[in-house]
């Protein structure tokens, strides 16, 4: 008893041990800014990813109980419930709760890898293990202070899940069938796509058991009461059908019939549609294409933008094995020491789900190399103990070992956290701007803007968008792609018919609501619903359309348009998702546009790159040695009281390219003719707006916010 004592004092020490680390080695980003003000607003740490101004909406709207019909808030999703309940018992602002809640959430998950280090019987291991997973590149990167989404919990709760697995099959006390249904239940709550790694922890226990330990009834019960706890049900239902099975089994009579009850919970699961959200998964991620098509109506085609995320992306095996190890070495013995691992102990063969997860990232993109963080850390982190344990036996000599392998593991992955200093989503003077256009604005009215900046405008902005993190199809990003890259008018036009027409597919969808499926009236994207409301088959037909006098929707809210600088480095992107022919898939030729932020100038030439530059005497482009005319160069800037002032010199009108200086930013611009006359060059860099279309609401060199008349 006293050496179980002893053995549970040392767990706790040494979880306290790697909590505490964890946690330390997120507050560097708060020391390397603490006096940095643009990363704060109204005197506190902004939050530094997209994705968490989405949860903190609805957090908000949870507090105050203010939320209206198709504002999209996640009122009813776990992170803004968890974070609402945080942010009302503790006395913190609500600011500093979501900037720290992922430090000691992610921080979490050294609870459950000592745990199941503590079950192998190796606590030294399960310490390397925890202290190494907790900063390891892409844990920190999706963990650190301010990243606050659901990824804080993401990778906790399936460890805590395998953990229960593990001590299940190594036990057998119903205790932990309770636990491991549980510990599914409160996953799905708090992330609905974990279906495939819950199925895939079902599919490998079930094989365990039929190689390792065919005759054991109790594994059968496992597999029963996991699969009651998957069903694609709501969780209340199956939270009394768990306790339900779970009483079921404590009950010696019903044993004979625990083969029945697993094969019905399987019926159930494939019938409830478990499966559906699994193979939704493996489609979008794996088997992604660059044109989405319409199934019916006009079969319109649409480019995708998983191909524009980065982190749904290819990437190559260093960063790929940095991400998880922090060095390619670390990385590679890692998965021998896996290998080992599993061949002395083979029941963390049961963590070759989240390998697998992890290893997907070579297809899916680095977002999945989370996964394998920790099971990986097991395997480097059993290295050193074995080795250690073969050189010596002197306890001294082993703890130093410990302590000098374990550093050298460590410290790829610290120096990576001190470089790593990413900014915040947007910077106090952006917010400034959003901050005033929420006294002006309606909650039902829209911000134009491109998806990236969704979720902070609604949450600053308290007014509702086309498009975020969340909906960002290519069926909703081509409106928006087109009103921000075509000229004044046809934008101006295009922003009132996809709001009006947005709001219009709500009112349909809660309409069909209360009809039969054979009533349901069927709603395709707004811009085929544009379409066919215009009397058109062909959608570019009605685009050409918005050229001439078409009679607008009647105006039922305000619009209006942000355009932040940073845009400027993804407009090629942005302009991706219209300049595509929607009837027939082909893509357009891509528009001429060029940044430089890094040239140089001497007497007579700016050098914009590498062969590139610009004669300052007559005021020509040189690209390889071969001049091209330019037909106006233009100069923008900023007075001391900060009023905006442009210089245009005509140079050649008959030439296609425009080179525009904007001082302010140190940053030039050769851009096409077609680009020049976009809605984001002329109301962003040149203020050049037309004022019987738009007018202009706010404006700082970060960001210009314009109202739409029409």
Do not use: C
């Not at 505490?20 to 390397?32: C, D, E, G, N, P």
């Not at 999703?77 to 992922?102: D, K, W």
């Not at 940053?667 to 809605?679: G, I």
């Amino acid at each position: 008893m006293n050496s179980l004592t002893q053995e549970t004092k040392l767990t706790i020490f040494y979880i306290l041990v790697a909590f505490t680390f964890s946690v330390l080695m997120r507050m560097i980003w708060i020391y390397q800014f603490e006096d940095y003000e643009a990363f704060k607003y109204a005197g506190e740490f902004m939050i530094n990813t997209n994705d968490g101004y989405y949860w903190a909406e609805g957090a908000r709207d949870i507090l105050s109980g203010v939320s209206q019909d198709n504002d999209l808030s996640p009122i009813t999703r776990a992170a803004s419930q968890l974070t609402a309940l945080f942010a009302y018992v503790l006395p913190f602002s609500f600011e500093t709760v979501i900037l720290y809640m992922p430090v000691y959430l992610s921080s979490l998950i050294v609870i459950p890898i000592i745990l199941i280090a503590k079950s192998l019987d190796n606590l030294e291991m399960g310490l390397i293990a925890a202290l190494f997973s907790s900063i390891a590149w892409s844990y920190y990167n999706r963990t650190m202070v301010g990243y606050y989404d659901t990824d804080m919990l993401n990778i906790v709760l399936p460890m805590f899940l395998l953990w229960s697995i593990v001590w299940a099959i190594k036990t057998n006390e119903d205790k932990y069938l309770i636990i491991t249904a549980l510990d599914i239940l409160v996953y799905r709550w708090w992330y609905p796509q974990s279906y495939a790694l819950e199925f895939s922890f079902f599919g490998l226990i079930l094989l365990y058991a039929l190689v390792f330990d065919r005759k054991n009834l109790y594994n059968y019960k496992l597999l029963a009461i996991m699969m009651f706890a998957m069903l694609n049900l709501d969780g209340f239902i199956r939270f009394p059908l768990v306790l339900t099975i779970f009483y079921i089994f404590k009950k010696e009579q019903f044993q004979k019939y625990i083969y029945h009850i697993l094969a019905i919970s399987v019926i159930l699961f494939f019938a409830s549609g478990g499966f559906n959200p699994i193979w939704g998964k493996l489609k979008a991620y794996v088997f992604k294409d660059l044109v989405a098509v319409g199934e019916e109506g006009l079969k319109l085609h649409f480019f995708t933008v998983m191909q524009t995320i980065r982190e749904a992306g290819h990437i190559p095996f260093e960063t790929f094995a940095n991400r998880i190890s922090g060095h390619t070495i670390t990385f590679i013995l890692s998965v021998l020491g896996y290998l080992y691992l599993a061949f002395r102990h083979r029941i963390m063969l049961l963590a070759l789900p989240l390998i697998g997860l992890g290893f997907l990232a070579s297809v899916g993109g680095l977002r999945f190399t989370i996964y394998a963080v920790p099971i990986l850390a097991f395997g480097i982190a059993f290295l050193i103990t074995e080795l250690t344990r073969y050189i010596t036996d002197k306890k001294s000599i082993r703890i130093l070992s410990y302590v000098v392998l374990t550093v050298t593991i460590l410290f790829p992955n610290y120096k990576h956290i001190e470089s790593y200093r990413v900014p915040t989503v947007f910077n106090s003077n952006e917010v400034a701007i959003l901050d005033t256009l929420k006294q002006k604005a309606d909650r039902e009215d829209y911000v134009v803007a491109w998806w990236d900046y969704g979720y902070p405008i609604r949450y600053y902005g308290d007014v509702k968008t086309l498009g975020d993190g969340g909906k960002h199809s290519g069926s909703v990003n081509f409106p928006l792609s087109f009103i921000l890259t075509s000229p004044q008018e046809e934008a101006a036009k295009m922003a009132r018919l996809d709001v009006e027409f947005t709001e219009k597919a709500f009112k349909i969808k809660e309409k069909n609501e209360d009809l039969n499926e054979s009533e349901k009236i069927k709603i395709f994207s707004t811009i085929e619903e544009m379409t066919k409301d215009y009397g058109f088959d062909d959608t570019n037909d009605f685009l050409l359309s918005l050229q001439t006098d078409i009679k607008l929707p009647e105006k039922t809210r305000d619009i209006y348009i942000y355009l932040p600088f940073k845009m400027i480095n993804i407009y090629p992107t942005v302009k991706l998702f219209s300049n595509i022919d929607l009837m027939s898939g082909e893509k357009d030729r891509a528009p001429f546009y060029f940044v430089s932020r890094n040239f140089k100038e001497n007497n007579n030439l700016i050098h914009l790159a590498q062969n590139i530059f610009i004669d300052k005497k007559d005021l020509t482009l040189s690209v390889n040695n071969k001049k091209i005319a330019i037909k106006r160069f233009v100069k923008t800037g900023y007075k001391k009281n900060m009023e905006f002032t442009k210089d245009i010199k005509f140079v050649d009108f008959s030439a296609n390219l425009s080179v525009i200086y904007m001082s302010a930013y140190n940053t030039f611009l050769v851009v096409d003719e077609q680009t020049y006359n976009s809605l984001y060059i002329q109301l962003m860099v040149l203020e050049e707006y037309d004022k019987s279309l738009f007018e202009q609401v706010e404006t700082n060199p970060h960001a210009k916010v314009y109202k739409l008349k029409i």
